[in-house]
């Protein structure tokens, strides 16, 4: 039953807001008492805590099963935006991250440090890939690179309130982080991409 809970409280937190939905809300959206709720999280806070613990495991779940594919770094990188944009669809005007860091900075905090690591690996991975099948320079600095790309993503999670605007703003800095690299096959491929970018 935890493990229900969490898992309805993550899809709930993610489309409709971490500050919208209440326990009652989820009590009612499972069909169970308030009571049963307490029993397994004393307070709202830590469930949401344990909801974010997983949806940053199914995000890089996610993210290990589309670099398994074996695709080319740029087509992996729209990949993965686009699971993204898949899972965190949100019917709230407000980003959930942006009401996460707004209204529960704490919890906010404790998965940036998570982030940081598994998110730092992953760009990193993705920049020697492209280096390797020449889509990408071979003499960027790959560190400064990882932590530019690092810092624009979150502080757009972070800072933007509008879900909309993040969602566009994440494709713009996808674009300007790919170009920045880019050879001329490179920009061929990210061209081609930026044509249907699946928003």
């Known amino acids: 039953m935890k493990e229900k809970i969490i898992a ?11 500050k919208s939905i209440t326990m009652d809300d989820i009590a009612g959206e ?5 009571k049963t709720i307490y029993k397994y999280f004393c307070n709202k806070e830590i469930l949401i805590e344990e909801s974010t613990q997983l949806l940053h495991k199914e995000v890089h779940e996610n993210i290990e ?26 019917t709230a005007d407000t980003s959930p991250i942006f009401q996460l860091k707004k209204h529960y900075p704490e919890i906010y905090e404790k998965l940036m440090v998570k982030e940081l690591d598994e998110c730092s690996m992953c ?30 993503i979150f502080s757009i999670n972070g800072d933007t309130s509008s879900d909309k605007e993040s969602k566009q703003l994440e494709l713009e800095a996808l674009e300007y982080h790919t170009r920045a690299m880019a050879t001329a096959k490179g920009i061929k ?8 970018p699946e928003i």
């Open 8 to 18: 309805k409280a993550s899809e709930m937190f993610i489309k409709l807001g971490f």
């Open 30 to 34: 499972m069909c169970i008492s308030k």
């Open 65 to 90: 099963s589309i670099v398994q594919q074996n695709y080319n770094a740029i087509e992996e990188s729209f990949k993965i935006r686009n699971k993204f944009t898949e899972m965190f669809q949100s």
């Open 123 to 152: 760009f990193e991975q993705n920049i020697i890939k492209g280096i390797k099948d020449g889509h990408y320079r071979s003499d960027i600095n790959i560190p400064s690179y990882v932590k530019f790309y690092y810092m624009l």
């Open 189 to 196: 491929e990210l061209e081609k991409h930026l044509l249907n």
